[in-house]
């Protein structure tokens, strides 16, 4: 008999284990796992509608200096590049460095270079 219960004593300590660990899961890690998924869901919608606000700025002032003061195409081009080297964690920086300095397309310039 006593091997019966030592039998019995372990298969329950392993049942309760294993139940430990799926409450644990569904309760502790699985809602984890979605919050991450979905900020980094996110992460990419917020960087994709900055980068499109600040081509927006861009073209904007590009636009009202082309037709103001008209600077040279290549300055407008090197603008663009310079723009396209800014890493997506500085984006939301160069969005109003770039509103601030327009229509100075070499001031726009300097504000990317400083932001790469």
């Known amino acids: 008999m006593h091997i019966g219960g030592t039998l019995v004593n372990a298969v329950v300590r392993i049942v309760i284990l294993g139940a430990t660990l799926a409450l644990v899961y569904f309760f502790i890690i699985r809602p984890v796992l979605d919050t991450t998924d979905r900020a980094f869901e996110n992460a990419g919608n917020w960087t994709d509608g900055l980068t499109t606000q600040v081509q927006n700025s861009i073209e904007e002032a590009t636009t009202t200096t082309v ?9 407008i081009q090197r603008l663009q590049r310079e723009i396209r ?32």
């Open 85 to 116: 080297k800014v890493p997506p964690k500085n984006i939301s920086r160069l969005n109003p460095c770039i509103t601030r300095v327009s229509p100075d397309v070499d001031k726009m310039i300097r504000c990317a270079e400083r932001l790469q």
């Open 67 to 75: 037709t103001s003061s008209g600077p040279s195409q290549q300055k």
